[in-house]
């Protein structure tokens, strides 16, 4: 069953700009199959696949006119991408701040603060529809 969980058009902004930034890491794949690590492969099938279908929801130009996106991945799936995107979001503030004296544009901590924050909002969301589901089947 999908989610019916809506975010705003600035979280959807933030959100695609990372996954913009981790989706350029594709050719992972085919490095990984010419050292024939299948494993690692495998792993990163997963994950980049999870993030395509996710960028679906999210629309693949950078430019979105929606006021708010729904997105439409299984509850479960969602919560492993939105739980991926918050760590990436909380390493890449915390990286920023290891480095004060060479900060990044305040729009990269900004864009990471929302990503964090949209992620656990996801999170909450994706929990309630889980629980209610159950309350309804019970």
């Known amino acids: 069953m999908p989610s019916s969980i809506k975010i705003a058009a600035h979280q959807r902004d933030a959100l695609y700009e990372l996954l913009r930034d981790r ?5 992972d794949i085919c490095m990984a199959l010419e050292s024939e690590d299948y494993a690692t492969v495998e792993r990163l099938a997963t994950r980049f696949g999870e993030d395509f279908r996710l960028m679906r929801d999210l629309g693949w130009s950078p430019e979105d006119d929606r006021e708010t996106v729904e ?16 760590d990436d979001a909380r390493g890449g503030i915390a990286g920023l701040e290891e480095e004060r004296d060479s900060v990044g544009p305040p729009e990269f901590i900004e864009g ?4 964090r924050e949209t992620c656990e909002d996801i999170l909450m969301a994706v929990l309630a529809e889980l629980e209610s589901g159950e309350d309804e089947s019970a």
Do not use: H, Q
């Open 23 to 27: 989706l350029s890491g594709v050719s």
């Open 71 to 86: 997105l439409t991945m299984a509850p479960l799936d969602l919560m492993r991408i939105a739980k991926r995107l918050r």
């Open 112 to 115: 990471f603060r929302i990503v």
